[in-house]
């Protein structure tokens, strides 16, 4: 994926009829959100939801290590991984030696972030991806375009198509309540067979050793439930201290989410069941880093609810996939610079710094200071095209001098009047490109006509 | 250095200032008739609720039940009912097996009538300590994921009952 | 009461007008107005683009031009975000810290300082109002969805105070119109989209004018309304409310 965001958006809103229905589709979800989280308490929560974030993040390594001494006697195997390649090469590892060949697994951004499925298929293993929206992607082999709903751009027809393709569903079924039907069979029998269940985690709480996954299909239960081995991929910032911390967590997710007040299953699982195997593999891959930067570590409170995306108008305009990221929207925007700053410093300029992604997470992040701040690093480190940062040292020059900046008005009004217009409107200009007219021009400045009415001196 | 001291360490030297832990947050939970919000949580998300009278047993309620519904009807029992969301805590160490969580086709979970919370503040209180397992229900499982149209019953219950045991 | 008007840089360039107007609304208001503040722009342009060096320079002499006035009025919600928000990050020093203590948006001024929330007028018209995002959820003069407030704040008040003036409901009442600055020219497909969608929540409403209290937003609607909307009467509170005070 190495078009620009621009460029992809561009392509996005060509079909200007299905960037409207994903629009309002999103939108949706967004009311939705407005109304699960419409409680008295709402912004004390968000509150909490920020404080027991950056407690947990001030206490990483000993709330880590408490989990790990808890889930060790519990049972479970902790293992840790540095990044993405040490995290595939350890559940590998613990695939093979179990001699698993089919792995079921839900939902988990972490190891789409490590890019897990291809290395476990290289390897003879088969991965089938058991939420819904997830194994749609998969069957159409693409990423997923949004952290929680993933395939929120496909619509029912095509998905229709899809599975009559894959899974021999009639040719033209497209009723939902087939199409899920025709699913919860195709996956079930990849649930209830599989040598071994992966999951992703929403919370590690130190204080119990208890890893918490929601869902609302029941997947991850019923995969880890079944088979013999579970393995829990999960980053370290996932960890919160307390059940007290669960709690308020629990009533913030779910309703930033999707608009419900939870989901249908949240399971707090601390042990393996007797017989079977539990390993849980903690991610680094570039979270301490990131703690370790003062001006972006708050993007590690994220919980994932994706709220910040159906909020944003650029995303519902433009999808997941147009920002080249594995996580999309506004937290993946200030997520994705610190991974690679020249690749994807366009993402701090996806964004007019509306301040709706901020005002909707649960959590408190301040995602457009963020993005402001990952401008500043855009530019320092020579990252904007270089005629671009040129003219903008020109007009800080202008901007920043009254009598430059009169002459250099001057000059611009008349330029604007005199050169004809289809000159002015080529491909060239980005400003009428996109069909938008030029300004009318005012004959004079304001202060060329407090001048003239002697009201300056 | 292996991955652990690696991380851990790594960790460490981002020298992030410590925090104060949550406050408590204060809700008005307490002042509602927590059976009546139970239920419109409960309907709401897809689930059945009832109160089982001093006439009915247990068995009658969900034979009857299970007359209704094609397929296995599991019963189980929950520890906790929260209002705010319409969810029963279930623990493992009360089943049989944790699958039976979903192999249902039916559940039905049966909750003491005084175990009734208004939020998850004190519904996380009164999860067992040292639980090896155990869930929030909140009503039968479903998905979203085809345009936003909500279908009830993808990998767990179709149908979920929660019938309140003042017995 | 003494204000100094400080005019944003592309309002003296491209929309004298609006501060034309706020100068006359003020006067009419009782203020004696300065209009002696020097520096051309608060630097928002730049900071905006990532460039915060070629940004502070503007900031400082910006800054500079705030140290003799005890009250400085913008019709810009957006510069006076940046004023109020970003200014004491850029400048280090008490003048930068004073210029963001007494900059107001005009409605803010109005309704707070001049204790003016609401004006005698007239404007028997069908408005869709267009707060604009930084005075929205930048400096908090309107309740916005996301926060679960009802929208209120103002401009709302200076509007609903004016004789026979129907302010038009709207099916995204804060949604940002897609200017952002740097946007508009490096995300220029996604800014007219979200401009034009916008202005088709405008005209299903049946709104004759939209009003704006942020000039930029203002002229980026323009330049989509002149295809999509041409005959939506396009004005900035300022101009609104000195028409309505004649």
């Known amino acids: 994926m190495s078009r620009t965001h621009p460029a992809a958006a561009a392509v996005f809103l060509r079909d200007s009829e299905r960037a409207a229905w994903h629009d309002e589709a999103l939108w949706f979800v967004r009311q939705k959100r407005d109304t699960a989280t419409a409680l008295p308490e709402w912004e004390a929560l968000r509150d909490a939801g920020a404080a027991l974030k950056a407690h947990a993040m001030g206490r990483l390594a000993e709330l880590l290590e408490t989990f790990e001494t808890h889930a060790t006697a519990a049972g479970v195997v902790v293992h840790w991984a540095r990044d993405a390649a040490e995290h595939n090469a350890v559940v590998l590892d613990i695939l093979r030696s179990a001699g698993a060949t089919r792995v079921a697994k839900s939902k988990s951004m972490l190891t789409e972030e490590c890019g897990l499925n291809p290395v476990l298929e290289a390897s003879g293993i088969e991965v089938v991806d058991t939420d819904l929206g997830e194994r749609i992607v998969q069957l159409a082999h693409e990423p997923p375009s949004h952290i929680v709903l993933p395939a929120i751009h496909w619509k029912k027809e095509e998905i229709g198509a899809l599975f009559h393709r894959t899974m021999g569903t009639p040719a033209g079924e497209s009723s939902p309540e087939a199409l899920a039907a025709a699913a919860r069979d195709h996956l079930r029998d990849a649930l209830l067979h599989a040598d071994a269940a992966i999951t992703g985690a929403n919370a590690l709480v130190a204080e119990t050793g208890g890893v918490v996954v929601c869902t609302n299909e029941g997947n991850a239960d019923l995969g880890m439930h079944s088979a013999p081995l579970h393995i829990v991929c999960v980053g370290i910032e996932k960890i919160i201290a307390t059940l007290d911390d669960l709690a308020v967590l629990l009533r913030i997710l779910a309703r930033s989410a999707t608009g419900q007040p939870i989901t249908a299953y949240t399971t707090h699982v601390a042990a393996p069941r007797p017989g079977a195997r539990m390993h849980v593999v903690l991610v680094d891959n570039g979270r301490s880093a990131r703690l370790a930067d003062p001006e972006m570590r708050s993007a590690l409170h994220c919980i994932r609810c994706g709220a910040c995306l159906n909020s944003c108008p650029i995303y519902r305009r433009s999808g997941g996939h147009s920002y080249g990221y594995v996580i999309p929207g506004p937290i993946g925007a200030i997520l994705a610079p610190a991974v690679d700053l020249k690749a994807h410093h366009d993402l701090a300029f996806a964004s007019t710094l509306c301040g709706s992604c901020g005002d909707v997470c649960p959590v408190r992040i301040d995602i457009p200071a963020q993005l402001l701040a990952w401008r500043g690093r855009a530019a320092a480190a020579g990252a904007l095209p270089a005629g671009y940062a040129a003219l903008i040292r020109r007009f800080g020059a202008i901007l920043a001098d009254r009598r430059r900046f009169d002459r250099a008005g001057r000059w611009a009004r008349q330029a604007l009047r005199l050169i004809p217009s289809a000159l002015l409107t080529g491909r060239w200009n980005p400003w009428t490109r996109a069909s938008r007219t030029l300004p009318v021009v005012p004959r004079e400045s304001f202060r060329e006509w407090a001048r003239r009415e002697g009201r300056l001196k | ?167 | 009461m003494r204000v100094a008007l400080a005019v944003p840089c592309y309002v003296d360039l491209l929309r004298p007008q609006v501060a034309r107007a706020t100068l006359l609304l003020l006067e009419r208001l009782g203020c004696e107005v300065s209009l002696e503040f020097a520096a051309p722009c608060c630097g928002q342009p730049m900071h905006n683009a990532g460039d915060f060096d070629a940004a502070r320079a503007a900031a400082s002499n910006w800054a500079a031009s705030a140290q003799r006035f005890d009250v400085v009025v913008m019709p810009s919600g957006s510069c006076t975000h940046h004023v109020r928000h970003h200014l004491p990050g850029l400048v280090a020093g008490a003048t930068a810290t004073h210029a963001a203590q007494v900059t107001f948006e005009l409605c803010e001024f109005l309704a707070g300082p001049l204790g003016s929330a609401k004006l005698a007028g007239r404007f028997p018209h069908r408005v869709a109002m267009h707060l604009g995002c930084h005075a929205q959820r930048g400096l908090r003069l309107g309740g916005s969805s996301e926060l679960h407030q009802p929208p209120s704040g103002p401009m709302h008040a200076l509007l609903g105070g004016l004789e026979g003036l129907t302010l038009v409901p709207l099916d995204r009442p804060d949604e940002c119109c897609g200017f952002g600055g740097s946007f508009a020219i490096g995300e220029p497909d996604l800014s007219v989209a979200m401009g034009r969608d916008r202005l088709t929540d405008y005209t299903a409403h049946r709104a004759e004018v939209l009003v704006s209290s942020d000039p930029s937003c203002l002229l980026h609607l323009e330049a989509i309304a002149s295809r999509s909307a041409p005959t939506l009467r396009t004005m900035h509170i300022a101009e609104l409310l000195e028409e309505a005070t004649r």
């Open chain 2, 1 to 167: 250095m292996n991955a652990r001291d690696t991380v851990l360490s790594s960790i460490r030297s981002a020298a992030v200032p410590p925090s104060p832990a949550a406050e408590q947050v204060s809700h008005a939970g307490g002042t509602v008739d927590l059976l009546e919000h139970f239920f419109r949580m409960l309907t709401a998300v897809g689930g059945r609720g009832l109160v089982r009278r001093a006439n009915e047993s247990i068995v009658d309620l969900v034979t009857s039940l299970a007359e209704d519904e094609q397929g296995g009807v599991v019963v189980v029992p929950g520890r906790v009912a929260v209002a705010e969301n319409g969810a029963v805590y279930v623990d493992a160490s009360d089943l049989v097996a944790r699958a039976d969580i979903v192999r249902a086709e039916h559940l039905v979970l049966v909750v003491p009538a005084a175990a009734l919370v208004p939020t998850m503040h004190e519904a996380v209180r009164l999860m067992p300590r040292g639980s090896a397992c155990g869930w929030f229900l909140s009503g039968p499982s479903k998905t979203a994921d085809i345009e936003q149209s909500l279908v009830v019953g993808a990998q767990g219950a179709r149908t979920l009952h929660v019938i309140f045991d003042a017995g």
